[in-house]
C-alpha cells in the first residue's frame, strides 16, 4: 500500500496496530510496515504516534489491555519497525492518566520486565525516559501515606540502572539541608503546655522545657554534621547529648511480653500479624505533650540513638570531598568512643531483640565503611572477572568428560612412588612438585635469575629527565654485584647519577684490562703502564667532572627540588580557556576547594570580570595546594556537574600535553 504523507501513514499503521496487537503477531505487522512507502525514519514516527493514539483514546483505565499493547511496542521495538523508546513512552502516557492506585497496579508490569528494559537495544534509549517517569511518579506521591509505593520505585531504579551510576551516587557527598525540624523555643504558650504535660504523665518520665529543646536542637547537627567541627558548636553538642542521653538511662523500657500472652488468653481480638505493621513515620511530631511518650517507645529511641552512632561513624570516617581543617582532635574521638558504647549499651536493654538489633546496626556500619571508602576511591565500576583460558578450558573438559571411580589414595600414592613422583593430592601441585627433584638445586637454577646486571641496568636509564627513583634502585644494583660500591671516593655532594656513571666507565675499563690480559710479556708489560697511567688519567677527569658539577647541582638544587615536588600541569592559557567554561559558577568550584569566604571577596574585589575572578582562584588553587592537578580538578567539576569544564580537562589529560609550570 502506498502512502503519501505522515497522516495517511498514521492512519494506516492505528488500524494495523489496533487489529493485530492483542494477537501480538509482529510478522503480519511486518509485511504491512515493509508494504508501507516511505522512508523507515517517516514510518517508525507514524508508528510512535499510532500506538500513543490507541492508548490515550481506547485503552484508558484498562490496564491488561495497555500491558498488551505495550509487549506488541516492545516486539516492534526489537524488530526495528517502531523507535527503542516507544515502550517507556507509552508507559509514561498511561502513568499521566491512571490514579495513584492504578499507577501502584500498573508499576508491578515494570517491575517484572527490568530485564526488558535492560537490554542492548532498550537500556540506552530508555534509561532517561524511566529515570523521568520514575521521578514524576514519586513527585505524586506522598511519603507517609504511599511508603510501600515510594520504595518499590527507589528498588526498581536501583535494580536498573548499575552499580556505579552517578546520577544516584552522591559524589561530592552533600546533606540534605533543606531537612529543618522545627520546635516550639518560646512563648508562655510552651511553658503552659509543659505544665499540663507534667501533670498528665504521673510517674511516669519528667520533662522539662530545657530537656524539650536540647533534644529536638540536636536534629539541626543531625542534619548538617559538618557543624561538630567548630569548636562553640560542639561544646553545645556535647552538652545536649550527654543529657538526652542520661534521661534515657534513667527511663529503661521494660519487655511487655508478658502482659500480652495475659491479654490473648482472657480475650480474643482481630487485629493485624506483627508481620505486617510498618513502623514508619515521615517527620516525628514535636509537640511536647508527646515527648514523655515518645521516649518510652523503643522504635523512637532506637531511631535517636541510631543517629547519633550514624554522625559519630561520619565524623571519625575519611570523606574525600571533606575540608583539611575538619578533624576532630583526640579529646573528641576519645569522647565519641565512650559515648558509642554507652549507646550500644542502652540499645542491647532496649525491648524487643535489644541485643540482636545491636548487632545488626553494628554490622551495618562496618558495612557502611566499606561504601564510603569506594566513594572515596572514585566509584570504580564494578565488573565480573572474566574466566581465564586455563580455566575455561578445565571447565569444559569436567562438562565432557564423564565422572570416572575415584582411586584409593593408597594406590594414588603407590602409583606414583612406583613412576618416581610424589603425589601432592592435587593435578597441578603434584606437576609442580615433580618439575624437578631437588628442590634446592630447582632455586639455584639459572632461570631463577631476574636480576640484570648492573651494566644492564643503566642502559634502560631513562635520558629526558632525572629519576632518582632508578638511581636508588641503580646503588642497590651496585652494592650487591660490583665491590666499587665500597670504594667510591667522590665528594659527599656529588650526585648519585654521577657517581653511577663514574663507576660504570670503571667497570668497562676493567673489562678492557682482562680483555688484554692474555698479549705477549712484552706487550702485556707496556699495556699495563699505558693502562695505569689511562686509568689515572680517567680518574682524574671524573673528579674533576664530579667537583665542577657540584657547584651547579648546588645552585639549581632549589629549582628542581620544587620542581620534582610539584610537577607543572596547567599553563596560563588553559587556566583562561578553563575560566570561561566555569564562568559564573566559580564560586561554587572555589568553596568545593577550600578557599573561605574572605579570600572570594578578596578575588571579586581584585579583578573586574568574571573570568579573571576564575583564574586568579584557579592559580592561587594550583599554587598553594600540594594535591592541585588537572586530575583532581575534573574529579571535582564533574562531581558539580559542570560538565564542559570538565570534558575540557579530561581531554588536555588524555592528550599528554607538556604543560608549563604557573609563574607566580
Known sequence: MATKNFLDMRKYFLDEIQSQYTSRNVDNFKASFESSKGFDVDKKAAVDQSF???????????IKKIETLIDFSVECGRKNYATATIPVVLLGDAFDIMTLDQCEEMFSYVENNVSTWKEECFFSACKNNLLRMCNDLLRRLSRSQNTVFCGRILLFLAKFFPFSERSGLNIVSEFNLENVTEYGTEGNEMVEQFNEAEENSGKGLKIDYNLYCKFW??????????????????????THATNVLSAFASCKLEETSTSKRKHTETEEMEVDSSESVQHFFAKFLTNPKLLALQLSDSNFRRS???????????????????????????????????????????????????????????????????????????????????????????????ASISKKPRKLLGDLIRDYSNSGKVYMGNAELTRLWNLCPDNLSACKGSDRDFLPTFEEFLEQKPKDKPDSSFD?????????????FFTLNNPPSAKVADCLESVSKRIKKEKEEKQTANVTPEDN???????????????????????????????GSNNIDKHEHKAATVTPEILRQLSEKIGEDWKRLASKLGLAEDEIQFIETENPSVVEQCKHMLSVWFDDDEDASLDNLAYILEGLEMIGPSEYAKNIIAGEEKIEEISD
Not at 578533624?327 to 565519641?336: D, K, M
Not at 558504647?341 to 525491648?351: F, G, M, V
Not at 636508588?472 to 666499587?484: I, K, N, T, V
Open 525 to 555: 708489560q707496556n699495556g699495563e703502564t699505558n693502562l695505569a697511567e689511562g686509568d689515572n688519567q680517567l680518574t682524574e677527569e671524573m673528579d674533576a667532572e664530579l667537583i665542577k658539577d657540584e657547584g651547579e647541582s648546588q645552585d
Open 52 to 62: 500513543r493514539d490507541i492508548l490515550l483514546e481506547q485503552l484508558v483505565g484498562d
Open 304 to 398: 535517636v540513638l541510631v543517629q547519633f552512632l550514624i554522625l559519630f561513624q561520619y565524623l571519625s570516617s575519611t570523606v574525600k570531598f571533606k575540608q583539611d581543617n575538619f578533624v576532630l582532635t583526640a579529646q573528641q574521638n576519645e569522647w565519641i568512643k565512650d559515648f558509642e558504647s554507652q549507646i550500644y549499651k542502652l540499645l542491647n536493654e532496649t525491648p524487643p531483640n535489644g541485643k540482636k538489633f545491636a548487632e545488626t546496626v553494628r554490622h551495618m556500619l562496618e558495612r557502611e565503611e566499606i561504601w564510603s571508602s569506594w566513594k572515596n576511591d572514585g566509584c570504580k565500576e564494578f565488573k565480573k572477572p572474566e574466566a581465564t583460558p586455563v580455566e575455561a578450558t578445565t571447565q569444559a573438559g569436567k
Open 217 to 238: 536542637a540536636l536534629q539541626d547537627f543531625f542534619r548538617n554534621p559538618n557543624q561538630c567541627y567548630d569548636r562553640v558548636r560542639w561544646k553545645t553538642f556535647e
Open 472 to 484: 636508588w634502585r641503580a646503588l642497590r644494583l651496585l652494592a650487591r654485584q660490583s665491590p666499587h
